[in-house]
C-alpha cells in the first residue's frame, strides 16, 4: 500500500465528498437561477427525442445498477440464493445494455450538439468539460464491465474490492488496500466517476438533483400568496 | 362558496387598429433581451390567419389545455403527471424555434465598411441563434394584414374546423374576404394548464390578484408548460432555460397603474378591473360536458360584487375593502356580465380564461356600407348579423366554441347601440324598442355606450393597489444599488448564461439596454449593435456612429 494509493482511496473520496456536498449546497442556496436543465429542444428535437431518453432511461438503470452493486454487500445476495455466477451474468447484461444505452444516447446528444448550428452556439465550456468527464465515466465503466466479467481479461469480483471499499468511505474507515488491489479498470472508472462528483455542482448536471418527484403528489393548480412570496424572495 | 379575487381584462376589439403599439411596449418593457427575442408577451394577430406561434389553436397539434377524461375528469390534454415524468427527457410536443421564427439581425457593419464599389452594399440577415447568415423567411406578424385572403385563411385552424363542421367550403372569394385584428396576452386563467403542467411547481396563481406567475428561482427548465398552455403564452428562454411569460405587469398593477399594454393601447380599447369568483366551482366549470355550456359555466363563477351574501362571503376570506370597491365599479364585470357582450377566448380549452373580447362588429358594418346601406340602422345590422353568417361562424368558434348565440345577442347590442346613440346625438327622441329588442333598456343601452365610448382612465382601469406590510419590497427596483456591478450582470455567471442571484427585472432590462447600447460594433458579435428602438433619445450610445477615422474617404 503506497502513499498514492492512500491520497487516491484514503483522501480523494472525501475531497470529492466535500466537493459535492459543500458544491450542492452552496450553488441551491446561491445560484437558483441558475439551476437548470438549458433544455436546447426549442432550436431542435429530432435527434434529442432518440438520444435523450436513451441516455436518461440508461442512467437511471445504471445509477441503480451502481447502488445494488455498490451498497448491497455479497453475502446478503448469496443469503437469498443468488449466487457470484448468476450475479454476475445478471450484472454484466443488465449493466452492458444500460451502459450502452446511455453511451449511445450520450454520442447522439454529443452528435447533436457538435452540428446543430444554434445548439452548438448554446454550448458553454462548462457543458464541453461536463461531456468529456462524462463520457469518460461511461466508456471507462462499460470498460471495467467487460473486463471483471472476463469478456476482456481476467475475471474480478469488484463486490469484494471496490463496493468494500465504497462502503468503508462512508463509515470513516477506507478500505484502502481494497480499492488498491482492484484491476487498473476499475480504479481508472473509480477515479473518473470521482472526478464527476465533483464537478456535478458546477455543471448544468444538478439538475438531476431536482429531479421533480414531487409532481406526482401535489394539485394540479399551484396558489401562492403574494406577501409571502415578497417576503420569501422575488415572485418573478 | 369560496370567494377569490382576480384581475381581469377587456378588450374591445371594434376599436383595434392593428397598429401594434403595445406588443411594442410590451416587448421594451419585459422581454428586449437575449434569450426571449422571439417573445411577445402581448401580439396582435390579424384575423383569419394562422396566429403566433403558427397555428397554436390547433389542440390536436399542440396539445394544449385540458380535456375530459373517462368518467368526465379534466386532464391535461398533454398527459397527466406520471406520463410527463415519462416523457420529461424530450417533451414530444415542443413547438420547435421555426413554429415561433428565428430571431435575426442584420450585419449592419457592413454597410459602413464595404469598399468603394458599383454595387449598393446589403446588410445581410444574421442568425441570433447560430451567428450564421439566414434567410428571413417567418415571423411574429408574416400575415399581418392580409385576413381571410385566399392564400391565407386556409391555414388557420379556426376556419379548418368551420369548414368540417359545416361541411361546405366556407369561401375567402376577394369580395367575401374580411378581417379583424385579435391583440393576445397570457389570459391569467381560473384553471391555469400552464401551472398544471409545471413538474417543479415554479409556476402558481397570485391568491390575491390571480396573476399568473413563474417563479424564476424555482423553474427548472422541464419546459412542460409550453406545452401545457393553449394559448402558447408561455415562452422558453433559451439563453437562462427558464420559462417566461406575460405577468399583467404586476409591479405596475401592486401599485395601481394598468399594464403598459393598456396604458399604451392607442384604440383605447383594453379594460382592466377585479372580479370576484367561487373557486370552490372552478373544476366543474370547467368540466362541464358540452363545450358550448362553457362560456355559460364561466360567467356563472363571476359572483355579484353587490350581492351582500357575497360580500359577506369576500369579507370572511379576507378580502379588503377597497378590492371589493374595486369590483363593483369594475368595468370587466359590466362588460362581461352585466352587458354580456364580452367573451372568453376559446372557453373550449378549458382554462377559463380571464381576457374578455367585445367582438367586432366591423365586419357586419363594412358589408353593410360596401353594399351601399346604412350600417347605423337597426334593421339592416339586425338583419345582416343574422345574414353574413360567416364573420359569425367564425367569432362563435374563436369566442364560444361555436355556439353563435352569445356572439349574435353581443353584436346586436352592439348595433343597439350604435341605433339608439345615433338617435341621441342626432337629437331625436331615443328609440326603446330599439334597446328592447336587444334585450336591453335605453338605460343599460346608455351605460354601455358611456362604458364603451367614453370611459375616461380612471373607468376603464379600476386597480386596487396590493396590500404590503412591508413597504420596501413594492418598490421593484429596491435594491439597485446591491445590483450594480453584481455577477454577471449581462451575459454569464460562472454556471452559464445568468447564472447567479435573480435581479429586479427591471435592473437587468436596464443593463441589458446600457450593455447593448454601448457594446462596441462588429459583424462576428451579434449583440453588438445600437438598437435604435431601445435608444432613449438621450445621449449619444458609443457606436451611434461608426468610430472616427473609420470612414472609406477618411481613411484613404
Ligand atoms: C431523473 C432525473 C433527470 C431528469 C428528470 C432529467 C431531465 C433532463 C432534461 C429535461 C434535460 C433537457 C433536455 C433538453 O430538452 O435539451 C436534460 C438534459 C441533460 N441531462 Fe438530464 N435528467 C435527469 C437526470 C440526469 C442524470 C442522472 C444525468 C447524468 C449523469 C443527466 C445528464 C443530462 C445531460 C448531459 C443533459 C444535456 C443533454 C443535451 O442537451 O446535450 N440527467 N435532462
Ligand atoms: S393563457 Fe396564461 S394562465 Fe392560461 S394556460 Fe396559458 S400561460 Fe397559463
Ligand atoms: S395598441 Fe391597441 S389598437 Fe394598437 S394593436 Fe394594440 S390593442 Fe390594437
Known sequence: ?236 | MKVMTQLAMVMNLDKCIGCHTCSVTCKQAWTNRSGVEYVWFNNVETRPGQGYPRRYQDQDTWRGGWELGRRGRLKPKSGGRLRKLLTIFANPVLPNIRDYYEPWTYDYSTLTTAPLGDDFPVAQPVSLLSGRPTSVEWSANWDDNLGGGPANAGLDPVIERLRSEAEEKVRFSFEQAYMFYLPRICEHCLNPSCVASCPSGAMYKRSEDGIVLVDQDRCRGWRMCVTGCPYKKVYFNHRTGKAEKCTFCYPRIEVGLPTVCSETCVGRLRYIGPVLYDADRVGEAASVADPTDLYEAQLDLLLDPSDPQVTDAARREGIPEDWLDAARRSPVYALTKVHRVALPLHPEFRTLPMVWYVPPLSPVTEALSSTGHDGEDVDNLFGAIDTLRIPVAYLAELFTAGDPVPVRRALQRLSAMRSYMRAVNLGDPPDESVAARAGMTGEDVTALYRLLAVAKYEDRYVIPTAHEAEGRHMEETACSLDFEGGPGMHGSGPFGEASGRPRPVSVETFHALRHRQTSPGGPGDPEARVNLLNWDGKGRPAGLFPPKGTRPEESA
Open chain 1, 1 to 236: 500500500m503506497s502513499t498514492v494509493d492512500t491520497v487516491l482511496w484514503g483522501v480523494l473520496p472525501y475531497v470529492t465528498l466535500v466537493v459535492l456536498v459543500g458544491g450542492t449546497v452552496w450553488r441551491y442556496r446561491y445560484d437558483q437561477f441558475g439551476w437548470t436543465t438549458r433544455s436546447s429542444e426549442l432550436y431542435e428535437s429530432r435527434l434529442l427525442r432518440v438520444g435523450s431518453p436513451l441516455f436518461h432511461f440508461g442512467i437511471l438503470v445504471v445509477v441503480i445498477g451502481h447502488a445494488i452493486g455498490l451498497l448491497v454487500p455479497e453475502n446478503w445476495t448469496s443469503a437469498v440464493g443468488i449466487g457470484q455466477a448468476a450475479y454476475h451474468v445478471q450484472a454484466l447484461l443488465l449493466g452492458s445494455v444500460a451502459g450502452f444505452a446511455t453511451l449511445a444516447g450520450a454520442a447522439i446528444l454529443v452528435y447533436r450538439r457538435r452540428t446543430t448550428g444554434p445548439v452548438f452556439t448554446a454550448t458553454t465550456r462548462n457543458d464541453k468539460a461536463m461531456y468529456l468527464v462524462l463520457v469518460a465515466a461511461i466508456v471507462a465503466g462499460l470498460v471495467a464491465t467487460g473486463s471483471g466479467a472476463g469478456v476482456v481479461g481476467e475475471e474480478h469480483n469488484y463486490r469484494e474490492t471496490v463496493s468494500a471499499w465504497f462502503r468503508s468511505v462512508f463509515v470513516l474507515r477506507p478500505d484502502v488496500a481494497a480499492m488498491a488491489s482492484a484491476p487498473p479498470a476499475f480504479r481508472v472508472h473509480a477515479l473518473i466517476g470521482m472526478l464527476l462528483f465533483a464537478l456535478w455542482p458546477f455543471t448544468r448536471l444538478v439538475h438531476a438533483f431536482t429531479a421533480p418527484v414531487g409532481y406526482l403528489f401535489r394539485p394540479y393548480i399551484v396558489y401562492r400568496s403574494r406577501a409571502e412570496t415578497a417576503r420569501a424572495r422575488r415572485g418573478w
